[in-house]
């Protein structure tokens, strides 16, 4: 079975960045290869691991919806799509990626995630790893996508109002009784070292704090200049920040 971490959190807290850092550490330790899935109907992992091409889930939903009328009989929805598993699927040095993207008019996210749901079913077993990012908020929470992973992190900014809202979706993962095989939270863009009045309050929360990572000079100018996330240098600050977090959320 393969590891499966998924990301939450509040708008802008730096998911997308922590998944390209995980993945980046992943690749490092030759934890290959990882199926990496954007979840985000409105997501930009793409951009910030300098994929181009590639179609999203939601457009081959929206081909099948137009062509499902043409196909033969007995032929089925599941068994079109599956063929077309394929062309929504980029292959990258060590990792495979998957946008789920959108598909247009009311009701499609619905299915557009089953649709993912069931690629993923179908093409996890290869994987020893699945990184997932995800949209802002909890709504992925209820997700079947989300539903069973071994490690969510959560992600808050350096404030108090980040971390309750990290609170907040904590709790809603355990009142949802997710098969989450357990939780971490992230404090992201920390200036330097977390501030003592911020730690006490995780300490208080219960969370597992899996690690802090600073503000970095070069993932913003990385950021500006449109370039991979995945070609960070070495000795990287917010990058060895990172492999602590993946250590805490893979030991045993
Ligand atoms: N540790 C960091 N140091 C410097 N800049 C960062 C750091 N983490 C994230 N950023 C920057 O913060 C911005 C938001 O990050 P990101 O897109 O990863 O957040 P997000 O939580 O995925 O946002 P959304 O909720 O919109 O999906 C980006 O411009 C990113 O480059
Ligand atoms: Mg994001």
Sequence with gaps: MPFSIAISGKGGTGKTTLVA?????????????VL?????????????????????????????????????????????????VAEVMVEERGYDFLSMGRGEGPGCYCYVNSVLRKIMDSVTRDYPYILMDNAAGMEHLSR??????????????????????????????RELDLEIGRMGLIINRAPGEADQRLLK???????????????????????????SLLELPDGNRAAEAVREVLERATKS
Excluded at 145 to 161: A, E, F, G, Q, Y
Excluded at 201 to 216: C, K, M, N, R, T
């Design 144 to 173: 079947r996508t989300t539903r069973n992973v071994d490690v969510l992190l959560v992600v808050s900014d350096h404030s108090m109002k980040g971390l309750e809202s990290s609170k907040r979706i904590a709790e809603l993962a």
């Design 21 to 33: 850092l995980i993945l980046k550490e992943l690749l490092r330790e030759g934890k290959t290869p």
């Design 36 to 84: 990496v899935i954007d979840a985000d109907h409105d997501g930009n992992l793409a951009g910030v691991l300098g994929i181009k091409g590639g179609r999203t889930g939601g457009e081959v939903v929206e081909e099948m919806q137009r062509k499902v009328s043409d196909f033969p009989p007995g032929f089925s929805k599941d068994q079109w799509l599956e063929a077309k």
């Design 201 to 227: 309050e995780v300490e208080a929360s219960g969370l597992e704090l899996y690690g802090v990572i600073p503000e970095d000079e070069e993932i913003r100018r990385y950021d500006l200049e449109r370039r």
